[in-house]
């Protein structure tokens, strides 16, 4: 018996990454699942891969008709919605670019990732407050919280998703209706390898091959010593999708390894040697 038996989900940018095993997961927890997004032979392989539980729709979050129909033609074939994940997500500009800052390409980066989960609420909040009931979960970042881990363009945008979950969770609790959000840390998913110009196919395919040079680059902030994985943020979606986070509501999740409650003890001892050291040269 799974833990979202019965329910009925949408899940937008599912096509690989943390929306394609969010997908799988759900699916292996008894609901149904549609999957949104832009690349088509991609969805229909991982629908098809997941059996007569999955579907795909193709949707473009910066296109509300699309979210529109997403929704709606899940509605149609299944007879409700339980739980929406907006997962759709672009990279942003470098770190540290603010003086070369492209506008046109920031208002690019906030119609993905602030205009497609409002747009996600407004579509998914309609069927939800009739039925009385629903989930839905937003894909924010570490980034919401911390600068200088991603461009200012994104950092900003996944900072809006987190308040607008908040506001929208304290809209919709009286409907039934919960919101939540998931900041993951840097996970190894094709996004770095599509940012920096791969080929999408190939970025998802070789992702997991990062995992020991995010590893590596992650000692100095991480406390939990491995990459992250996309099950990892898989497993917090599948909760708060789940029945057993019926009272959890306008909250942002971190899943990061602990890098927002601190560095690794190591590394604070390490540097307390270091000015220990510089002390006793002093005295």
Known sequence: MG????????????TSGIGARTAELFAAQGALVTVGGRREVE???????????ACFIAADVT????????????????????????????????????????LARFW???AVHVGGVLAGLKHAARVMSAQGSG???????IAARLAGWSGADYSAAKA???????????????????????????????IFGKGAGMNPADADRTAGSLAPTFAEALAAHQP????????????????????????????DIGVDG????????????????VLGRAFARLT
């Open 3 to 14: 833990v979202l038996d019965g329910k009925v989900a949408v899940i937008s940018g599912g």
């Open 43 to 53: 969805g229909k392989e991982l629908a098809d891969r997941i059996g007569p539980a």
């Open 63 to 102: 296109v509300e008709a699309d979210v529109e129909r997403l929704i709606s033609e899940t509605v149609a074939r299944f007879g409700r919605l339980d739980v929406l994940v907006n997962n759709a997500g672009a990279g942003g500009a470098a770190v540290g670019d603010i003086p070369q800052m492209d």
């Open 108 to 110: 690019d980066v906030l």
């Open 135 to 141: 989930s839905i979960v937003n894909q924010a970042s």
């Open 160 to 190: 809006a998703v987190v308040q607008l979950t908040r506001c929208a969770a304290v809209e919709l609790g009286a409907s039934g209706v919960r919101v939540n959000s998931v900041s993951a840390g840097p996970i190894p998913t094709g």
């Open 224 to 251: 939990i010593p491995r990459a992250g994985t996309a099950d990892d943020v898989a497993q917090v979606i599948t909760w708060l999708a789940s029945d057993a986070a019926a009272f959890v509501t306008g909250q």
């Open 258 to 273: 602990g890098i927002s409650a601190g560095r690794p003890q190591s590394v604070a001892r390490a540097e307390r040697a």
